[in-house]
């Protein structure tokens, strides 16, 4: 199982120590760097800047929104920097959610799985550079004929050759459709809250997936990257603060991040068998008791959740994560000595 560091997308302002983040992670051997986007920074532009120091680390995105962009333009994206890198791009992408695509990009929502199938194969044409791209799907219809159009559109392939036709596309999913979907069109799979005790729910629609006719990987050659916070602590009361010290990021998820009528995380605790106090959460949330609406969240769950523990409860809980099939753990660092000690600990 690999290592991959996850800058994230930022807050209010840039970051101060990406830099050194990303320089450990490249020196202890991690595999890649992550960067994120929502309704902020992007995901491309921090991950050209820091990884043009460094010579090794993939350079992955944790997520792309699709709605934020044309199929074309992703793929210009992905083909350009993966030239820059000399062949370490890992295209990750999702269809993020009903508030940000209609609320800030000014997108239809609607038909997310349709739209997924759409962007992945017109993309996949670009990188291929076979033919010129085009797509008779409703969504992004290549060329363009619909209202508003001069009827000059015209068929193209990109000007510039691509490093690579098969850069890694990883898709970020969470309910059992999109989930079987990603294991049939993509290369790996990014879940938000994959954990040992949830894995088993997966599995059947991974293996739907991978069934299907024409699925581009099988189990032994598909990625998961797996998300979650990693700290050595001395001892068990050193964990419990940890635990407490996340619970309001749960609680956002949970309660905060969606519509209350489309939360999709909070539709995975639901499946994760958190159904009992996920409708309380949210309520709390969305009425600003964000605090009452913390301390609902059960220690156990962040606990499963993340990788907290001394360090030899640090290495059994690695193994155990890695025999659920997870070939990367995306992890989230403070500091640079953050970096290296669980690069030692760990890898």
Same mark, same amino acid.
């Given at each position: 199982?690999?290592?991959?560091?996850?800058?994230?997308?930022?807050?209010?302002?840039?970051?101060?120590?990406?830099?050194? #983040?990303?320089?450990?992670?490249?020196?202890?051997?991690?595999?890649?760097?992550?960067?994120?986007?929502?309704?902020?920074?992007?995901?491309?532009?921090?991950?050209?800047?820091?990884?043009?120091?460094?010579?090794?680390?993939?350079?992955?995105?944790?997520?792309?929104?699709?709605?934020?962009?044309?199929?074309?333009?992703?793929?210009?994206?992905?083909?350009? #920097?993966?030239?820059?890198?000399?062949?370490?791009?890992?295209?990750?992408?999702?269809?993020?959610?009903?508030?940000?695509?209609?609320?800030?990009?000014?997108?239809?929502?609607?038909?997310?799985?349709?739209?997924?199938?759409?962007?992945?194969?017109?993309?996949?044409?670009? !990188?291929?550079?076979?033919?010129?791209?085009?797509?008779?799907?409703?969504?992004? @219809?290549?060329?363009?004929?619909?209202?508003?159009?001069?009827?000059?559109?015209?068929?193209?392939?990109?000007?510039?050759?691509?490093?690579?036709?098969?850069?890694?596309?990883?898709?970020?999913?969470?309910?059992?459709?999109?989930?079987?979907?990603?294991? %049939?069109?993509?290369?790996?799979?990014? $879940?938000?809250?994959?954990? @040992?005790?949830?894995?088993?729910?997966?599995?059947?629609?991974?293996?739907?997936?991978?069934?299907?006719?024409?699925?581009?990987?099988?189990?032994?050659?598909?990625?998961?990257?797996?998300?979650?916070?990693?700290?050595?602590?001395?001892?068990?009361?050193?964990?419990?603060?940890?635990?407490?010290?996340?619970?309001?990021?749960?609680?956002?998820?949970?309660?905060?991040?969606?519509?209350?009528?489309?939360?999709?995380?909070?539709?995975?605790?639901?499946?994760?068998?958190? %159904?009992?106090?996920?409708?309380?959460?949210?309520?709390?949330?969305?009425?600003?008791?964000?605090? %009452?609406?913390?301390?609902?969240? $059960?220690?156990? !769950?962040?606990?499963?959740?993340?990788?907290?523990?001394?360090?030899?409860?640090?290495?059994?809980? *690695?193994?155990?994560?890695?025999?659920?099939? *997870?070939?990367?753990?995306? !992890?989230?660092?403070?500091?640079?000595?953050? *970096?290296?000690?669980?690069?030692?600990?760990?890898?």
């Amino acid at each position: 199982m690999k290592l991959g560091l996850q800058l994230g997308y930022w807050g209010a302002g840039p970051p101060a120590n990406h830099r050194e #983040l990303v320089a450990a992670a490249e020196e202890s051997g991690f595999d890649a760097i992550f960067t994120a986007e929502a309704w902020g920074s992007d995901a491309f532009t921090p991950l050209a800047w820091w990884g043009r120091e460094t010579t090794r680390l993939r350079l992955g995105t944790s997520i792309v929104q699709m709605s934020g962009r044309s199929p074309t333009s992703i793929a210009m994206h992905a083909l350009t #920097l993966d030239h820059l890198s000399n062949g370490r791009v890992v295209l990750g992408m999702g269809v993020s959610g009903p508030q940000v695509v209609e609320g800030w990009y000014g997108q239809p929502f609607s038909k997310p799985l349709a739209r997924t199938r759409e962007v992945v194969d017109i993309i996949r044409q670009v !990188l291929a550079r076979e033919a010129p791209v085009t797509n008779d799907g409703p969504h992004y @219809p290549l060329p363009y004929t619909g209202e508003g159009a001069v009827g000059l559109g015209k068929p193209l392939k990109p000007i510039v050759h691509p490093l690579r036709s098969d850069i890694p596309i990883w898709l970020g999913a969470e309910g059992p459709r999109n989930v079987a979907q990603t294991a %049939e069109i993509a290369d790996g799979w990014i $879940p938000i809250f994959y954990t @040992p005790k949830s894995a088993g729910m997966y599995g059947p629609w991974l293996d739907e997936g991978f069934a299907r006719e024409g699925a581009r990987r099988t189990r032994a050659d598909f990625e998961i990257a797996a998300t979650c916070h990693v700290q050595i602590v001395k001892d068990a009361a050193e964990k419990a603060a940890v635990i407490n010290g996340l619970k309001p990021v749960v609680a956002l998820y949970m309660g905060g991040m969606g519509a209350k009528e489309q939360n999709f995380h909070k539709q995975v605790f639901d499946r994760m068998g958190y %159904e009992a106090i996920t409708g309380q959460v949210q309520e709390l949330y969305l009425g600003g008791k964000k605090d %009452e609406a913390t301390a609902l969240i $059960p220690d156990e !769950l962040v606990d499963d959740m993340h990788i907290i523990g001394t360090e030899g409860e640090v290495k059994e809980t *690695v193994a155990a994560w890695e025999e659920t099939g *997870v070939t990367t753990l995306m !992890l989230s660092c403070g500091s640079a000595d953050e *970096v290296r000690r669980i690069a030692e600990v760990v890898a």
